[in-house]
């Protein structure tokens, strides 16, 4: 993903409260997606999670049938 992308995601995470998400329900448009694009950009975002570069998001290490759950602080530092 690039730089953009993550600036784009930051604007729709600060718009939402607090509490656990779904990737999938960040990107407009998911279920149209071919299953490859799905892959790379939940990697991406998955990578971006662990390596601190999307603050105030955590993985919470779990998945459900609409994949894996990350976690909203509902702040940006």
């Known amino acids: 993903m690039i730089t953009r992308e993550f600036s ?5 995470l600060a718009q939402r409260p607090p509490g656990p998400f779904h990737f999938s329900e960040l990107i407009e448009g998911w279920t149209s997606l071919p299953i490859g694009e799905k892959v790379r950009r939940g990697h991406d975002f998955l990578t971006a999670v662990r390596d601190g570069r999307m603050p105030g998001v955590t993985d919470t290490g779990h998945k459900d049938a ?9 702040s940006q530092s």
């Open 66 to 74: 609409a994949g894996r759950r990350y976690h909203w602080d509902g």
């Open 8 to 12: 784009r995601l930051r604007r729709v």
